[in-house]
């Protein structure tokens, strides 16, 4: 079954007088496990698509249906708890938190799901109910698991202004990762990265893509990076092309 669903679906940004079309009608279907690029010029596109994967925006029109989820069907906090169980992101400025160890930026998912798990079981009122929230051994072994993975054992404990950009960029892909999401997003992961680094990280989201079985949508504009894709969607004015 596909992972996620578009019909039809179209963002329209109002300017006074003026409207732009910055999706025009797009449908697509992606599979579980797909390592797909999201390319097209400057405009064309690509921000509004990947923000409207992520539910930060929503579509003017149009359905999008996430692993049998029709999104339309959640309310605000709905999507906020989609978002923080189902969704990752990797940002093309890597956004990891100054202040907290390699292995606390990886640990920050669970810990951010921990929480809203135990909030939500004392407003139930009852103790011992479903889905036990994970212990913080259980947390830093996840952590620990991804960091690895990526080929970062020995910074556990460093911070991220101790680390080469391209070091960045594989922590904020621990992170991305350590929940097991649906999809991972990534806008134009490797536009702050020279183009051998921007490689060797299109090469670990591929190898982990493999190992992990995880789906991947980035967008880009480098053709480098989209020559490591498995297929590409291209976008002109909104539309695919
Ligand atoms: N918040 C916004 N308000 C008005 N217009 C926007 C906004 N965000 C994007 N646009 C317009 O929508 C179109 C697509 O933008 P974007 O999704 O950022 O494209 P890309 O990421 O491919 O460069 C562009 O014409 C852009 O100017
Ligand atoms: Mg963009």
């Known amino acids: 079954m596909a992972v996620l669903q578009l019909a039809k679906v179209s963002r329209v940004y ?3 007088e003026n409207e732009v079309r910055a999706l025009d009608g797009v449908d697509l279907s992606i599979e579980a496990g797909e390592f797909l690029a999201i390319v097209g010029p400057s405009g064309s596109g690509k921000t509004t698509m990947l923000n409207i994967l992520g539910c930060l925006d929503s579509p003017t ?8 989820v029709d999104l339309r069907r959640l ?20 956004n990891l938190v100054p202040v907290l160890t390699v292995r606390e930026n990886v640990e920050l998912p669970l810990v ?9 079981r004392l407003a139930r009122g009852r103790k011992g109910s479903s889905g036990a929230a994970r212990s913080d051994a259980e947390i830093k072994a996840l952590a620990l698991e991804m960091i690895e ?18 070091q960045e960029q594989r922590v904020a892909i621990a992170r991305a990762l350590v929940k097991r999401p649906l999809v991972v997003l990534a806008d134009e992961p490797t536009a702050n990265l020279d183009s051998r680094t921007a490689g060797e990280i299109l090469d670990l989201m591929r190898d982990i893509n493999e190992r992990m079985k995880a789906t991947f949508i980035f967008s880009t504009h480098d053709r480098m990076v989209m020559e490591r894709a498995r297929r590409i969607v291209s976008l002109h004015d909104g539309k695919v092309a």
Do not use: H
């Open 14 to 16: 109002r300017k006074g």
């Open 61 to 68: 029109e149009g359905s999008i249906v996430y692993d049998g």
């Open 75 to 94: 309310d605000e906090a709905g999507l906020s708890a989609y978002r923080r169980d189902r969704i990752s992101f990797v940002f093309q400025s890597f």
């Open 112 to 120: 951010i799901q921990a929480r809203a798990e135990g909030a939500s």
């Open 149 to 166: 993975a990526v080929g970062l054992s020995g910074k556990a404990d460093r911070f991220p202004r101790e680390l080469s950009g391209g």
